[in-house]
């Protein structure tokens, strides 16, 4: 049993719709893929919190095609 989660294993989709004009919105992934971008450091407190506190949830950017509208959803890990 391990503690996955679903969107980033491709197991299924959570789908969310845009609170401004209620589009469906788009998964862009998980959020520590964007802050590995700008920062290492952050990313490697990010990665400590996820391993101590927060190992039950992925923190997913989801945008919005049709206004750009972007929210962060945490997805519940699954086990598998
Ligand atoms: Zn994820
Ligand atoms: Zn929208």
């Known amino acids: 049993m391990k503690l996955v989660c679903p969107l980033c294993n491709g197991l ?11 589009e469906a919105m788009i998964d862009k992934g998980p959020e520590v893929n964007y ?16 391993d101590g506190v927060k190992n039950d949830k992925c923190v997913h950017i989801y945008q919005c095609p049709n206004c750009n509208y972007k929210e ?9």
Do not use: A, F
């Open 12 to 22: 299924y989709k959570v789908d969310y719709n845009c609170i401004k004009c209620n």
């Open 35 to 50: 802050l590995d971008n700008y920062s290492p450091y952050l990313l490697d407190e990010v990665t400590h919190l996820v």
């Open 72 to 80: 962060r959803y945490s997805i519940e890990r699954k086990n598998i």
